[in-house]
């Protein structure tokens, strides 16, 4: 065998969870380990072979001075970079602060704030390097995940949906929450891709009688104004809406977009 | 060991190893030693600050679950709990038994995907030589197979309850969004009595592993239930003798901001000293809860009770997988009429709850005070690697000494493995756990 796929996983602020995805392969983590050169996987390897790498993917968002270096050094170890899940496509849950004081912030968690080195903000990957691909989700999907890796392996694009949530929950044939229950969802706004799309088991969230949080971000052809004025009409109270689009991929543009204008709403007469 | 078996370098040695690897999240290590005294041991994490405990503020209680679950890709369920019951006690919601024993069996998934991924893919390699999982399949391929299958029926079973593995949606205050289907979960007990015998098996494999002499008068901490080996309830029990309510938790156990770390650590009064979470205490405090097919496997180890050397903390880790399957298959048995309402319904009001479940790193607290306007007012979290934190610098100073005629390379590495005990899940607390190794000998003695 030569040539494998040089592989390369790097972490910055998250959960890890993005990352487990891998492992969570089980029925084809053995095969993706013999098809590809894992050569640096800090949660699963103790072995790190040096770069350059073919593909690094990237886990979690900017937090730190220090991270804004190193992701520059991630960028040119990796020919191709991956960023994987929320954090590193659109800062995370962590990206609350970018709202906040966060003065206020260390004060609530830290005797001595004093000892702590961070950002103001959180902010994805793409907002300090060139990013080639990026995988959606808080957890992406391992069904996406294997579908980039065989992609890559194959030289080919990957192919993953850019259509809504509310297109998976007709497939499945999940009645509207929204619709018939009145409950605020975000599935118009929201990009598939949770759940296993392949057997029409997607949608998740509504599948399971609640709303979709956004999970996996904006999909393409996002109208926020019109989502939430409908969902206002219906006596959903703003604060409310904000807090639905401020979440895993709030700071995301088309999310922020559509919090920011309602916050502006509310502070008009 | 005695200094004259030691090399004697004459000149400072700086030893530095990247990171730790094959644990949840980065850290450093560092270690100062001149010639046989261990100067200084400090386990530095600095995983970037999150501040989840300060933006939790002002949401919603419905959202709390769904954020605290992102603190860990690896025990989100640990996280919806702790939170569900502390919320629940704030609002005095009672759940059904039905639902108490749902969340039971969610519970189980979780430990049998945490612990078989920590069991197979982190841990053994230590024991076995290899530098992962990966490479230990080369010789050793149906073993990690046998783990892979087990680790996804852990994760089969959260998609099932959960409507995900990681980070499950249906999981809410008051129980669940949507009961399981019965024919859903039957569906899975074929393959739970199957992980039941390979759980079975692997508490053979890893008992008979060579584990390095050493062991320690811990304080155990872990929860304690009257009838059953504690998962979601009980009472706060310590090996020292006391048995403390929930309620009374942070009057005997207090977090410490130090320099070195952006994990607080916790210590546990009147003497403010470190403890023990995890699988090993839990073991030890509640043994006699256990089900007879764990106790006899346990039997057939040889093995014997008090076990006070983590190291053997992967045995411990591996019966509770056999506990998880015996008990998962016992309620999946037992469910024959899908639960109505899935959801207990409640009454948004002011107050304050706080609650502990058993995470499968060891005990996981939460508290919250829900506002006049119902909203979050205030949250504190305390998760157990902070929890186990100060303990693991303990017992890398008891340890070291019995190291230090080996190669610097060598002391990072079985140092490594003591960390690996503790299936650290460094996100939880905090990053890049970079390990330094300062060897000064000019001045020893």
């Known amino acids: 065998m030569v040539n494998k796929t040089k592989l390369a996983v790097f972490k910055f602020a998250s959960c890890d969870g993005c990352q487990l995805s891998l492992l969570d392969c089980e029925d084809e983590l053995l095969s993706v380990a013999d098809a590809v050169d894992i050569a640096y996987f800090l949660e699963a390897r103790s072995r790190r072979v040096e770069g350059p790498y073919d593909v690094g993917l990237v886990e979690g968002s900017i937090t730190t001075p220090g991270d804004v270096g190193r992701i520059q050094e991630v960028r040119r170890a990796c020919k191709y970079l991956v960023t994987i899940g929320a954090c590193a496509t659109a800062g995370g849950i962590q990206a609350l602060r970018n709202w906040a004081n966060v003065d206020d912030f260390f004060r609530h968690v830290y005797a001595h704030p004093e000892f702590i080195s961070t950002l103001n903000t959180s902010t994805p990957i793409s907002d300090h390097v060139a990013v080639d691909f990026e995988l959606r989700g808080c957890p992406i999907s391992k069904h996406q ?10 030289h080919k694009k990957p192919t993953t949906p850019t259509h809504s949530v509310c297109v998976e929950c007709k497939k499945r044939g999940t009645v509207c929450v929204a619709v018939a229950q009145g409950i605020a969802c975000l599935g118009p706004l929201t990009q598939a891709g949770c759940g296993d799309l392949h057997t029409g088991r997607g949608a998740i969230c509504p599948a399971c009688n609640r709303e979709c949080f ?26 409310t809406l904000v807090q639905l689009t401020r979440n895993f991929s709030g700071y995301a543009p088309e999310f922020r977009q559509t919090s920011d204008s309602l916050e502006e709403q509310e502070e008009s007469p | 060991m005695t200094s004259e078996e030691e090399p004697q370098p004459t000149e400072r040695r700086t030893i530095e190893v990247k990171a730790i690897s094959r644990v949840e999240g980065e850290g450093r290590l560092h270690l100062r030693v001149r010639g046989n005294v261990i100067e200084h041991v400090e386990l530095n994490i600095y995983e970037p600050p999150r ?44 759940v059904s038994p039905e639902i108490r024993l749902l969340r039971r069996l969610l519970y189980c998934g979780e430990w049998i995907e945490s612990h078989v991924l920590h069991i197979y893919l982190l841990h053994a390699p230590d024991f076995l030589g290899y530098e992962s999982g990966i490479s230990m399949a080369v010789d050793h391929r149906e073993k990690v197979e046998r783990g892979l299958e087990l680790k996804k029926i852990g994760n089969d079973l959260l998609e099932v309850l959960g409507g995900r593995a990681i980070h499950p949606v249906n999981i809410t205050v008051g129980g669940f969004y949507r009961a399981p289907s019965v024919r859903d979960l039957k569906a899975l007990l074929p393959r739970l009595e199957w ?105 057939q180890t040889g093995l014997t009770l008090p076990l006070r050397n983590n190291f053997q903390s992967i045995v411990a880790r591996a019966l509770e997988v056999v506990y998880a399957f015996d008990e998962a298959i016992r309620i999946v048995k037992a469910y024959q009429v899908e639960v109505v309402p899935s959801r207990t319904p409640f009454e948004l009001r002011p107050g304050e709850g706080c609650h502990a479940t058993e995470a499968p790193r060891g005990l996981l607290y939460h508290r919250y005070r829900i506002g006049e306007d119902h909203l979050i007012a205030e949250a504190k979290i305390v998760p157990p690697t902070s929890q186990n ?28 493995h003591l960390i690996r005990n503790y299936d650290p899940c460094i996100s939880c607390a905090t990053h890049f756990l970079k390990m330094t190794i300062d060897w000064n000998s000019d001045s020893a003695k």
């Open chain 1, 145 to 154: 995940l294997i579908e980039l890796l065989t992609a890559l392996v194959h």
């Open chain 2, 389 to 416: 934190q100060g303990q693991i610098e303990s017992d890398l100073r008891s340890y070291l000494p019995q190291l230090l005629s080996l190669e610097s390379e060598e002391i990072a590495e079985k140092s490594e």
């Open chain 2, 195 to 299: 992980g039941l015998q390979a759980a079975l098996e692997t508490v053979h494999w890893v008992s008979k592993f060579e584990f390095p002499d050493f062991t320690w008068d811990y304080d155990l901490v872990s929860l304690h239930h009257e009838d059953e080996y504690p998962l979601n309830e009980g009472q706060v029990a310590s090996s020292s003798g006391a048995m403390i309510p929930i309620e009374d938790y942070e009057n005997h156990f207090q977090e410490r901001h130090v320099e070195h770390s952006t994990a607080l650590y916790s210590v546990k009064a009147p003497d403010n000293h470190f403890y023990l979470t995890g699988p090993l205490a839990r073991l030890n405090n509640c043994h006699d809860k256990l089900s007879p097919i764990c106790l006899k496997v346990f039997d």
């Open chain 2, 51 to 94: 501040f989840f405990e300060s933006f939790l503020r002002g949401r919603q209680i419905h959202e709390v679950p769904d954020i605290t679950a992102r603190i860990c890709g690896i025990c989100p369920v640990a996280y919806q709990m702790s939170s569900c019951h502390a919320l629940e006690k704030a609002l005095g919601i009672n």
């Open chain 1, 214 to 239: 956004g999970c996996f971000g904006p999909q393409d052809q996002v109208n926020g104004a019109s989502l939430t004025k409908f969902y206002q009409q219906k006596g959903i109270p703003r604060q």
